[in-house]
């Protein structure tokens, strides 16, 4: 009953005192703040979107494991490479061809890709099918593109798909 009425407590607690916060303690305000802070999630509910389900926990850690790693080897990388020479630097933009579907996994080998230094996700084709990616350095994009998918989307597949 209670979780009817309250579907999100910490979302209606967090409205009531806000708004108390701004319009100062009072019973009127106390009220009217009650009744905002039980209205407002029954009215968003339908904006919230389904929570991705992770089939793969721990396939989920190995690969949180395996980006960590290659955050740093990439920032090793990349500091060595800003200190070189200018000549060494083969800065390139490509398509990564998308075998995920899910647009948590999309979102998820954005992030990756974005979190690695020297790689940035610039753009999602309309059909979601493609995903741009600025890659700092790289003499063979092609390799790079295989390793992206091995390393990161093949993992995210088997863990949200």
Known sequence: MIARLVPNPVIS???????????GPSVGHGLLGAALALAIPHLVARLK????????PLR???LFLLVLHDIVKAAID???RILGPESRIRPTYFWVPLDVRDPYAIAALAGIITMTPGTLSS????DGRHLLVHCFHTDDPEATIREIKQRYE??????LE
């Open 123 to 126: 753009d999602l084709s309309p």
């Open 13 to 23: 607690l967090t409205i009531l005192i806000v708004w108390l916060l701004l319009n």
């Open 49 to 56: 979107p389904d929570r991705p389900r992770i089939r793969r």
């Open 154 to 159: 093949r993992p995210l597949k088997e863990i």
């Open 78 to 80: 990349l500091a060595i």
């Open 60 to 62: 989920a850690l190995a």
